[in-house]
């Protein structure tokens, strides 16, 4: 089903060079209707049943007439400008892969009826989680750079950063306006798209790897809760195309975040060899082990160690647990976040994590 999109604009070689864009590369997404008359546009709003109107900022238009099933912003020149005459706005001066993601993003909070292709079981993504039993393992780099190891084999790859202080805008960067904060709103209200808001929001590094920019306030980020994550991952899984998902968390032994853990094709288990974190990490494996007694879960046997900044002479590797090894990264002492990923992603240790998901280990 198309969009139908009208845009209102009083520079006529701009609007027929962003509709000709977007005929060339969005001709399946949408029903453009071009005007550069308000009082057609309006018209069209109702004739057409326009789902998003996008209008220059040159006009004021009352936004009394627009229905309600219809999104609205403004077409404004500075990318700094978020609201115009208390609407949204969208700058025109950027690339037509942004300006359609903030078209997602403002037709996701209207309509419900839109989603991806439901994947079969075998097409879904594959969903990896980085935990660890101890702070400073660095949990966080190891899944950031094991994904930016599978984006480079051509992967389509999600980090998804869900620390209650974490955010992915430390590993990765791009282009658009989204906020993770905006998926947050749209799966507590159970308002609008949720489907549409991720592919709105969803922005790519330079190396491939697809991330959500954090929240602004961390305290947004805390008000999820599991059943709401597990949702989130579900759609990801489910509609959105991505080969694998490499899921980086606060654990705990809650049961929410055990029921997260078995939707996990392959559970990464992060350590670095120190005693107290050996420690941690024994008594952790300990408890997963009573509660697949308790509770007939069968966690472990998805889940390998990978031990991280493994210092020769300060680390040992544990002894006596059943647990597959992916292997050891050294310690990277002093080094800036993008050479820490660029060294550490071409290390191998990730493909027998990946051989692992493929192993159905």
Do not use: W
């Not at 996990?264 to 670095?272: F, N, P, R, T």
């Not at 120190?274 to 308790?294: D, P």
């Amino acid at each position: 089903m198309k969009m139908h999109l009208a845009i209102l604009e009083n520079d006529e070689a701009y609007l027929k060079r962003i509709v000709s864009v977007f005929t060339m590369k969005y001709a399946d997404k949408f029903e453009i209707y071009s005007f550069t008359s308000e009082s057609n546009a309006m018209q069209a709003l109702a004739d057409a049943k326009i789902d998003v109107f996008l209008a220059s900022d040159v006009f004021e238009i009352d936004t009394k007439q627009i229905p309600s099933r219809c999104g609205f912003a403004y077409f404004v020149d500075s990318p700094d400008v978020e609201r115009m005459y208390g609407a949204k706005a969208v700058c025109r001066f950027q690339k037509a892969e942004l300006i359609y993601k903030r078209i997602l993003n403002i037709y996701s909070e209207t309509t419900a009826a839109v989603r991806g292709i439901g994947l079969e079981e075998n097409q879904r993504a594959k969903t990896i989680a980085f935990i660890s039993a101890a702070g400073g393992t660095g949990c966080s780099s190891a899944a950031a750079a094991c994904a930016v190891r599978f984006a480079r084999k051509g992967k389509k790859v999600l980090y998804l950063n869900l620390e209650q202080f974490g955010s992915a805008d430390v590993f990765f960067q791009g282009e658009g306006q989204g906020k993770l904060e905006d998926i947050i709103y749209a799966v507590k209200s159970k308002k609008g798209n949720l489907y549409l808001k991720l592919e709105s929001t969803v922005k790519q590094d330079a190396d491939g790897v697809y991330f959500f920019p954090a929240a602004s306030v961390a305290l947004d980020r805390m008000e999820l809760r599991e059943e709401e994550i597990g949702r989130i991952l579900t759609e990801l899984k489910t509609y959105c195309g991505y080969d694998y998902i490499l899921f980086d968390f606060d654990f705990s032994m809650r049961p929410g975040q055990l029921e997260l853990l078995k939707e996990c094709g392959q559970i990464v288990l992060v350590a670095d060899g120190a005693a107290a974190s050996n420690e941690k990490t024994v008594r952790m494996l300990a408890s997963f082990s009573i509660l697949e007694q308790q509770k007939d879960m069968k966690l472990m046997m998805r889940m390998g160690i990978l031990y991280n900044r493994f210092g020769s002479y300060t680390s040992r590797e544990i002894e006596g647990i059943e647990l597959r090894k992916y292997g050891r990264i050294k310690r990277f002492e002093h080094y800036p976040v993008p050479q820490l990923l660029r060294e550490m992603s071409e290390l191998t240790v990730f493909d027998a994590i990946e051989q692992g998901v493929s192993d159905g280990i």
